[in-house]
């Protein structure tokens, strides 16, 4: 399970859609995403599981998914033992309690697991889930879809405040962001 802790800094032609020169503190790219990790690892210690996890924090995603490729080129722990890849990006604006959810193509039983899982929901009620079958090369899981790992990516979509000053703590949909994890 990764996400990417970084984000865009003041900001430039090449990465904000401005006003540049402020910071951009990226609360939903991608902090969102660092905080369900960190829920869903205490949760880990209450409730283990039947497999190891590996969990990562990449740097550099926005300058190219740099932490997730140089994993792939140089991993830690043998390619091969990893079964799924699960990427948190963007998880914090849920709005109309819709989740996206992409890459579930890349692995067998995808829709019917999760849906599942949503269905049995314990402490809110089942989100609707968008099965979205495009692929992108725009964020960390990638590099592991490319190395033959199957992925998917819960996402909470694009908003006005993307990679602007303006992405900030207040506008996190926090208990979304719980139903998320």
């Not at 283990?48 to 140089?74: M, T, V, Y």
């Not at 604006?93 to 049995?120: C, E, F, H, P, Q």
């Not at 990679?163 to 719980?178: M, T, Y």
């Amino acid at each position: 399970i990764g996400v990417h802790y970084d984000h865009v800094g003041y900001g430039s032609r090449r990465n904000s859609y401005g006003p540049t020169g402020f910071i951009h503190n990226g609360a939903d790219d991608n902090a969102s995403g660092t905080a369900a990790l960190l829920e869903l690892a205490e949760a880990f210690t209450t409730y283990p599981c039947r497999r190891s996890i590996l969990i990562a924090f990449w740097d550099g995603e926005e300058q190219g998914l740099w932490g997730s490729k140089h994993f792939i080129a140089n991993p830690t722990f043998p390619l091969e033992k990893i079964k799924m890849a699960l990427n948190l990006d963007m998880v914090g604006r849920l709005r109309n309690n819709s989740l996206t959810i992409y890459g579930t193509r890349t692995w067998d039983s995808a829709r019917t697991l999760l849906s599942s899982v949503n269905s049995s929901m314990v402490s809110s009620e089942p989100l609707e889930i968008i099965f979205d079958w495009e692929i992108k090369p725009n964020s960390d899981h990638h590099p592991f879809y490319k190395s033959g790992i199957p992925y998917f990516m819960p996402h909470t979509g694009l908003h006005d405040d993307y990679h602007r000053p303006r992405d900030d703590a207040h506008k996190i949909n926090s208990v979304g962001l719980e139903s998320v994890a």
